[in-house]
């Protein structure tokens, strides 16, 4: 198993020469971040330590901010913990909040607020507040997100808290809300049923007068052997699912095994291997790479570790691989992702999942080429941290990678995505680890924002920010 993990990573990681990677011109800028604004969403918002991480800056949260005709949202809980929902003109430095009738449950950083927009009647969809239990959805009215500058922002805006989605029960152990706009207005959530190490993921959509369960499309079964033992229970975590511009649905992830044995030891993780899979009829089939059919939405056959040409990075569970690290499509519609891991130079086997991370943790570029050869680069910053990195792609296909504490470097298309280097090293900031990532924004105005929280100790709450970038022109 380590000798066929360590070739297929090395064949991967095999670098494109400039130029064929990317989609730049020869007259195409080159990455560049120029700071344009720092706004505070709450001075004081509730801060605890939870699973090495926030609740309000979880960067698997989909979307914590957002973008969506000209004003900018954001979601975070108080230090009373109350959830909130904030906007602002772009570029404005105000925000108007508002609550939206709950209340944070349990100290558990899962327990996120994530956002949607459905195009096809304007309404803004929250559901917040679960870790393989209840959930919590909130709707707007219809024609909010299409009319802000004429609709007043209140609570009467937002109808009350729901258990289900306007009826729809889907799971008592619902975890990892993430909403995605489809091409045709749409709304699709994408949840986990059931429990890490033995979960499966599905989806529902809103069409603009009801929600539907279209149901599972992971399978937890079938039997993943190591070097070191098997394990035949398991979950698919999500490094995201998004729409690229052709309404192609992308999704990389990683494989969790319940089962510790399949470890070299058992101060380390059991997350194996990146693979991918994409959708070209709104998530109802799912292909491999090589186009193949391997699982279907709410039928028998779904996406399980024994199916065949899955993995595009293949690596064991001994090193500390990153689930939920981050993904983006460039303006070809090819994906691009972000992993991290412990490599093996620093040894063969972590034994502190954190520590080892913190001290010798790296994050690697994962792009798919326009020859469709898949290609890996590592970026040469150590991580410092055991948290995750979020990935955007500029108008120029330009690569920026949001480290922990908001680093950003990033890589140009020109270059293969070969040369990273370091554009802002978080001076100023103070931020905790992690953050939140305007994956919308950029497409609208050419600026990058990130959503932070200022280190704080204990319960202590602190200070939750917007930082602006401006991104090439």
């Not at 992971?218 to 035949?232: A, L, N, P």
Request: hydrophobic share 35%.
């Amino acid at each position: 198993m380590k000798r066929r993990t360590l070739l297929a990573t090395a064949l991967l990681s095999s670098v494109a020469a400039p130029g064929i990677a990317g989609t730049a011109r020869a007259a195409d800028p080159g990455p560049s971040v120029t700071q344009t604004g720092n706004t505070t969403l709450d001075a004081q918002a509730i801060f605890f330590v939870s699973y090495d991480g926030l609740v309000n800056n979880n960067s698997f949260q989909k979307n914590g901010l957002l973008t969506y005709k000209g004003y900018q949202y954001a979601v975070w809980y108080t230090a009373d913990r109350n959830a909130v929902v904030g906007r602002r003109v772009l570029g404005s430095g105000t925000w108007s909040t508002v609550k939206v009738g709950h209340t944070l449950r349990y100290n558990d950083s899962h327990n996120v607020i994530s956002m949607g927009v459905s195009k096809v009647d304007g309404r803004l969809h929250l559901n917040m507040d679960s870790h393989s239990d209840g959930f919590t959805y909130v709707k707007s009215v219809a024609g909010l997100m299409d009319n802000p500058a004429g609709l007043s922002w209140t609570t009467s805006r937002f109808g009350a808290p729901q258990s289900t989605l306007d009826g729809l029960a889907l799971t008592s152990q619902f975890t990892y809300p993430q909403f995605i706009s489809t091409p045709d207005g749409k709304l699709q959530l994408s949840y986990r049923v059931a429990v890490s190490g033995n979960g499966r993921n599905a989806l529902a959509e809103y069409d603009g007068t009801s929600w539907t369960n279209l149901g599972e499309w992971t399978s937890s079964t079938g039997t993943y052997t190591s070097e070191h033992g098997s394990s035949t229970v398991r979950n698919m975590y999500l490094h995201g699912i998004d729409y690229d511009r052709n309404g192609r649905l992308h999704s990389f992830f990683t494989w969790r095994e319940q089962n510790g044995a399949v470890m070299c030891n058992g101060g380390g993780i059991t997350n194996h291997d990146t693979g991918y899979v994409y959708s070209d009829d709104r998530g109802r089939t799912w292909r491999n790479n090589a186009g193949t059919v391997v699982g279907t939405t709410g039928g028998s056959d779904k996406v399980a570790v024994t199916d065949g040409g899955l993995v595009i990075d293949a690596i064991n569970p001994d090193h500390s691989l990153m689930n939920q690290e981050s993904q983006f499509t460039d303006s070809a519609g090819r994906p691009h992702a972000i992993i991290s891991y412990v490599p093996g130079r620093f040894g063969q086997c972590t034994t502190n999942y954190v520590a080892d991370r913190t001290a010798n943790g790296r994050a690697f570029h994962v792009r798919k080429t326009a020859t469709g050869t898949w290609r890996k680069t590592e970026i040469p910053v150590a991580l410092n941290s055991s948290q995750r990195t979020k990935l955007v792609l500029d108008k120029y296909d330009n690569a920026y990678a949001i480290l922990p504490f908001g680093r950003i470097v990033a890589a140009s298309a020109a270059s293969g995505h070969t040369d990273w280097t370091t554009l802002f090293d978080g001076s100023g900031l103070n931020a905790f680890g992690e953050v939140v990532v305007d994956e919308t924004r950029i497409a609208q105005d050419g600026v990058l924002s990130v959503l932070y929280q200022v280190k704080s100790s204990g319960t202590t709450p602190s200070a939750l920010h917007v930082v602006d970038f401006k991104l090439p022109a």
